[in-house]
Nanobody
Framework: EVQLQASGGGLVQPGGSLRLSCAASGFALDDYGIGWFRQAPGKEREGVSFINVGRKFYADSVKGRFTISRDNAKNTVYLQMNSLKPEDTAVYYC???????????????????WGQGTQVTVSS
């Protein structure tokens, strides 16, 4: 059974850091792309970052602050978030993509499995 388990969220002050984890089971990370998305109250889910076959992509709003990485031995994808801002507050989800053209990494229909989400709150 394919499962994604997102964790690592929490409350952090502006300028702080968090590392999110997306633990995968039921499939090998090598075979699929994994994306991180976030959804703030009243807003649509938006793409934050994506990793596949050594390629990494970031939304403009997080470039230079967030870093995506993958540990195949642990079958886990990480999102290191530094210099956090209040506007980064959202529920963060990881998703598994299928047959996704890299230029469309933000496109939700290509994601067939999702983790349950983890809350990130940036506030003083």
């Amino acid at each position: 059974e394919v499962q994604l388990q997102a964790s690592g969220g929490g409350l952090v002050q502006p300028g702080g850091s968090l590392r999110l984890s997306c633990a995968a089971s039921g499939f090998a990370l090598d075979d699929y792309g994994i994306g991180w998305f976030r959804q703030a109250p009243g807003k649509e889910r938006e793409g934050v970052s994506f990793i596949n076959v050594g390629r990494k992509f970031y939304a403009d709003s997080v470039k230079g602050r967030f870093t995506i990485s993958r540990d195949n031995a642990k079958n886990t994808v990480y999102l290191q978030m530094n210099s956090l801002k209040p506007e980064d507050t959202a529920v963060y989800y990881c998703g598994r993509a299928s047959r996704l053209p890299f230029s469309l990494w933000r496109s939700l229909p290509y994601y067939t499995y999702w983790g349950q989400g983890t809350q990130v709150t940036v506030s003083s």
